[in-house]
Every structure is written in structure tokens, then in C-alpha cells.
């Protein structure tokens, strides 16, 4: 599913007033309408129930209107409230404004403190506040009376729904401007925004409800969008079937090299998961001195042991071997536990040159990448898997400047250096070199634990060496790898779910994905 910025959504809307001869009324009509049936069912039909909607100056705004009118037709206490001045609205918003009138439901206008503390009643009392205060028109710094009505709005018990984006939302970042209104359930029209799907943002929508306005669909497949959801369709279509006839050389061989003292377990999960997600054949490379643990710890996958520097950490001359074992295998994946040092550094750098195969190199794999430029030369796909702290190191930039605009970072550094970025983080986004941009929708809180990455590693790797595309393998070795994480937290919560739980759980995962067709 596409997902869109502020301006993109104008642009449909747009076309399809102009172009297509669908009016701007017409489309007003039926997003207040899938709104006032959402707080219909909310309110479970109670007639009589009070419900407060607060009506911004655009057509947010106008969208609000409309849902005043339809509640009231069915019997609900409507208090319509315009934070501004009647005269200040125009277009489509002003004829639905005057129909209101012409239907003797009374607006009130809000343009001072003193009435906005007013507000605070009305707001604990009703059973249900609309937020049509601000949509994709936001712009800049929160000005007037908007702050102190979100926070009204925060404070009060009362459930909220918001029409299109909670109103504070940068539409095309998920930034919270200033404050922003805390919905339960949010109806946003024909296409999610951004700014409902990234943080900060998503954490403000409530339930995102995706609603049909009449916007026809080759209106949508029209544009050039450059952003997806990653939905579950999506993966269940990317994913290959298994052949019936198939056998263990059907699925590749994976060329693994992780670990160093004290970090073995960084190793082991990229190969658990790398297998369960249906490698055919595994070697984990790991320094000499840790190979009889690995040996243990791992039944299905093959241990490799290489030279080391000191012991437990892999030494420069370690990388002829590592090329001697690619020889035979499809794909390389690098970083987990290697721990970071100029030897380290060396490996990598000459494979990253060298290899013609696909390589995915994520944790201290990327600390130690010299010189980005080498990566734009490379012929097979290069995933990098960083998180926002991994990536600033690398571009030289600060975190916060990387989660403010990860999507045009992202975008830009895949483009730039030829790679497929992975750059996880609540939302995890892959940036493809050609431009296009998919954001994942699942996962949870309980990954943020040691060891998350080092399964994600597992996946990507175990599913590019099935000879699945860089793409498609990033797209869904990311979503499952959220999803089994979710599965999980259900039965485990948050708090105790363990990264070798979210391997545990890939095999509902997948039979979730592959049951949604
Ligand atoms: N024809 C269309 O374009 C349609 C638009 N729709 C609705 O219209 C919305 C977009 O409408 P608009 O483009 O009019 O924009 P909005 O209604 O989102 O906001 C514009 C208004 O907010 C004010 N404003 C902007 N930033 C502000 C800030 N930081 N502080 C205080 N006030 C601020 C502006 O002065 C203007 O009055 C969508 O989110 C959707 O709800 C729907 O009705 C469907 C059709
Ligand atoms: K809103």
C-alpha cells in the first residue's frame, strides 16, 4: 500500500476534482460521512450521545462540518466548534459552514484564552470529540489557540477520533510540531500519510483507519509514488513457493562471518534465524578459538574456524580463507559480534571490494567501513543494516537530523552508494538504489534488545541466498522479522520477549503471511 506525503495527497485530490470532474464537495461528503460511521459505531449508536466536534479553518475543517450534520441527522447532541472566525473559511469548507447554518445548527467560534478555558467542560462531559482541527495542511510551528486546545483536548477522558492525521502532525514526517491531539482511532482518506505511519506520529493515530473517498483508483496508480507500506500482502506476494522436487542446493549457500569473544551469541542468532527462514545450507565462519562452542551451540549449520589476531577476534590474514569458503557459496553476510578494529576494518573493506556476490554487512561489519565510495562499484547487491546511531556514524551526520528525515536520508544514501539501506529502527525503512522507499508497519518495543539485529541479519542473508532479490529479501525478511516479533510479544508481553523468541515465532509468522493471499 502507497503511502503519501502531504502534497502528494494534493496532488490526487487535485487531479481528481480537476481532471477527472469529481467535485471537491463530493469527496468532503463522503470523508465526513466514513467519519461520522466511525463515531457512530465508537459511540456503539447510543442516540443522544454528546459528541464535540472541533473544526479547523481549512478543510479539515470542512471535513468536520460535514460530520456535524450527519450525526445530527441521526440523533446525536452535536456541538460544532470553529476555532476562528466564520469568516475566515472558504472554498468547500464555507458551503458545508453555511449548510450548517442554513439547518439552524449552531457554531461557535473560539478566539480567545478565556473561551478556549471554557472549552474544558464541554470537553470532559461529551462521549466523544472529532479532531478536524488540522489535516495535511498543517504548517510550521503550531500558531494561535492550537496548543491549548490539543492540550485540553489530551487532558480530558473523553475518546477521540481524527479526521484524516490527529491534528500536530507534520503529514510528510510524523513530527510532532509541538503538541499534537492523542486519538483513539484515526480515519485518514483513500491513502495512509506519512505522518500516520512514522513516529513520532504513529504513536498519536490510535487505530489508522484507511477509508475509500470516491478518489478513483487510476487517479492513485497514476502517481509516482516512491513510498509503500509494507503490508502483509506484499511479503505473502514476494515470497517464493517451494518447489515440490527441491533439495538442499536448492536454497543456497550462505557464507556467515560473526562473533568474537564474549559476543558468540551474536553469531548464533544470525544463524538460527538464517536457517529457519530456509537457507539451504549455512557455514558460519568465527574465530579459531570459538569454533568447539559453536560447534555446540549449533546443530544444522557448519562452523568454520578462521585465524585470529588474539584470541577470539578475527585476524586480517583470516579474510584469504573467507574468500577461499565464498568461492563456494551464493551470498556473504558480515558484522554480528566481529567487535570493530582495523583488522576487522581490512576484512571487510577487501571483501566489500572484491566479492561479487550479494553481501549484507550489518553492526560492527558497518562501524569499520572506511570509504563509503567503494560500495557504488559493486555489482551485487549490498543491504547495510544499520540503526540510526550506525548510520550517523557512517554519514557523519546527528541522530536526531537522521530521525527527523529519515526517509530523504535513507533515500538518499541508497541512492548515492548503490545499496539497499535497512535502517531499523520502531518504523524500519528500506531505500533502494533506485529511489523507492518501503516502511515496515510491524514490530514492537520488546525487539529493542541485544541480539534483534543480529536475527535480522540472519534473515536477509538466509532468504538473498535462496536467490530471492535484494529487495524483495530486505522487504520480507524485515516485515516477518517484525512480525514474528509481535506473534511473540502476545504470548510473552514486551518486556519478556527475547531475540531467539522472535526466531521461535518465524514459523507463524510465515504461516500468517502465507494465509493472507
Ligand atoms: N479537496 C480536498 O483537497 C480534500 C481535502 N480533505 C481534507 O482537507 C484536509 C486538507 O485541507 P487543507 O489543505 O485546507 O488544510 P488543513 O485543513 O489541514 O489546514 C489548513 C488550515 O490550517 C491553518 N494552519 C496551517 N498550519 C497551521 C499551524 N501550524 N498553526 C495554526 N494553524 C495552521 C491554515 O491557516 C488553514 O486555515 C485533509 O487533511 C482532509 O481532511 C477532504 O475533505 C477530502 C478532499
Ligand atoms: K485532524
Same mark, same amino acid.
Given at each position: ?9 494534493k496532488?490526487i485530490d ?11 464537495l463530493?469527496l ?11 463515531a457512530?459505531e ?17 478543510n ?5 462540518f ?10 446525536f ?26 439547518l439552524?445548527?449552531k ?7 478565556e ?7 464541554l ?5 466523544l470529540?472529532v479532531?478536524?482541527l488540522?489535516?495535511t495542511?498543517i504548517k ?9 486546545v490539543?492540550t485540553?483536548?489530551n487532558?480530558s477522558?473523553?475518546?477521540v ?8 502532525i507534520?503529514?510528510?514526517t510524523g ?5 499534537a491531539?492523542?486519538? /483513539?482511532?484515526?480515519?485518514?482518506f483513500a ?6 505511519i ?13 477509508? /475509500?473517498i470516491g478518489?478513483?483508483?487510476?487517479v ?7 513510498? /509503500?507500506?509494507?503490508?502483509s500482502?506484499l ?6 513457493i517451494?518447489?515440490?522436487d527441491?533439495?538442499?542446493g ?14 558468540t ?7 538460527q534465524?538464517?536457517?529457519?527462514i530456509g ?10 578459538s570459538?569454533?568447539?562452542?559453536l560447534?555446540i551451540?549449533?546443530?544444522e ?12 577476534i578475527l ?5 584469504i580463507?573467507i ?6 557459496r551464493?551470498v556473504?553476510?558480515?558484522g ?5 578494529? /582495523?583488522?576487522?576494518g581490512?576484512?571487510?573493506?577487501h ?6 556476490k550479494?553481501?549484507?554487512?550489518d553492526?560492527?561489519?558497518l562501524n ?5 565510495n567503494i ?8 543491504v547495510?543494516?544499520p540503526h540510526?546511531g ?6 557523519n551526520?546527528?541522530?536526531?537530523a537522521i530521525r ?8 538518499d544514501?541508497?541512492?548515492?552508494y548503490?545499496v ?21 508497519s510491524?514490530?514492537?518495543?520488546g525487539m ?12 536477509i542473508?538466509?532468504l538473498?541466498?535462496?536467490?530471492i532479490d535484494?529487495?524483495s529479501?530486505t522487504?520480507?525478511g ?5 512480525l ?7 504470548e ?7 531475540p ?11 504461516r500468517?503471511?502465507m494465509?493472507d493471499?
Open positions: 500500500m502507497k503511502v503519501v506525503t502531504g502534497a502528494e495527497m496532488e487535485r487531479y481528481t476534482i480537476e481532471e477527472v470532474g469529481i467535485s471537491g463530493v468532503m461528503e463522503n470523508a465526513g460521512r466514513e467519519v461520522a460511521q466511525a457512530v465508537l459511540l456503539d449508536d447510543l442516540k443522544g450521545s454528546m459528541v464535540i466536534v472541533l473544526a479547523g479553518r481549512g479539515n475543517g470542512g471535513d468536520g460535514v460530520v456535524s450534520r450527519l450525526l445530527i441527522e441521526q440523533g447532541e452535536v456541538k460544532t466548534i470553529l476555532l476562528g472566525k466564520k469568516e475566515d473559511i472558504s472554498g468547500d469548507a464555507k458551503v458545508n459552514l453555511e449548510i450548517l447554518g442554513k439552524e445548527a457554531v461557535w467560534e473560539i478566539s480567545s484564552k473561551e478556549v478555558l471554557e472549552l474544558k467542560l470537553l470532559d462531559k461529551a462521549d470529540i479532531d478536524a488540522l489535516g495542511g510550521g510551528e503550531l500558531r494561535g489557540l492550537y496548543p491549548e490539543i485540553l483536548v487532558n477522558p473523553t475518546a477520533i481524527a479526521v484524516d492525521i490527529p491534528s500536530g507534520e503529514a510528510d513530527r510532532v510540531v509541538d503538541t491531539i492523542e486519538a /483513539d482511532e484515526t480515519i485518514t491513502l495512509p500519510k506519512i505522518g500516520n512514522l513516529y513520532p506520529g504513529a504513536d498519536f493515530v490510535g487505530d489508522l483507519k484507511v477509508v /475509500d478518489i478513483p483508483q487510476m492513485i496508480t497514476k502517481q509516482e509514488f516512491k513510498i /509503500d507500506l509494507i503490508t500482502k511479503v505473502n506476494y514476494l515470497l517464493p517451494r518447489a515440490a527441491s533439495h538442499k536448492s536454497y543456497g549457500k550462505l557464507l556467515l562471518v560473526a562473533g568474537s569473544t564474549g559476543m551469541g551474536a553469531a548464533t542468532l544470525a544463524t534465524a538464517s536457517l529457519k537457507a539451504g545450507l549455512v557455514t558460519l565462519g568465527v574465530p579459531r570459538l569454533n568447539p562452542i560447534e551451540k549449533l546443530t549449520a557448519m562452523t568454520y574456524p578462521l585465524g585470529e589476531s588474539k584470541e577470539g585476524s586480517r590474514e583470516s579474510v580463507e574468500k577461499k569458503l565464498l568461492n563456494d551464493d556473504l553476510a558480515i554480528p559480534g566481529l567487535t570493530a578494529n /582495523d583488522e576487522i581490512y576484512i571487510v573493506n571483501l566489500l571490494e572484491k566479492t561479487d550479494p553481501v549484507v554487512v553492526a560492527d561489519g569499520v567501513i572506511y570509504d563509503l560500495l557504488k562499484g559493486r555489482t551485487a547487491p549490498t547495510l543494516t540510526p550506525e548510520l550517523s556514524r557512517l554519514i551526520q546527528p541522530i536526531e527527523v528525515n529519515s526517509i530523504e536520508i535513507a533515500k544514501f541508497a541512492r548515492e548503490n539497499i539501506l535497512v535502517l531499523k529502527g520502531a518504523r524500519t525503512i528500506i531505500a533502494t538504489p533506485q529511489g523507492e522507499i518501503y516502511v515496515n510491524t514490530g514492537n518495543s529493542a534488545t541485544g541480539g534483534s539485529g543480529d536475527v535480522l541479519t540472519g534473515l542473508s538466509g538473498l541466498a535462496q536467490g535484494g529487495r529479501a522487504i520480507i524485515v516485515y516477518l522479522h517484525g514474528a516479533a509481535d506473534l511473540a510479544a502476545e510473552l508481553t514486551e518486556y519478556s520477549l527475547l531467539s523468541d522472535i526466531i521461535d515465532y518465524l514459523p507463524q509468522a510465515l500468517t503471511v494465509s493471499e
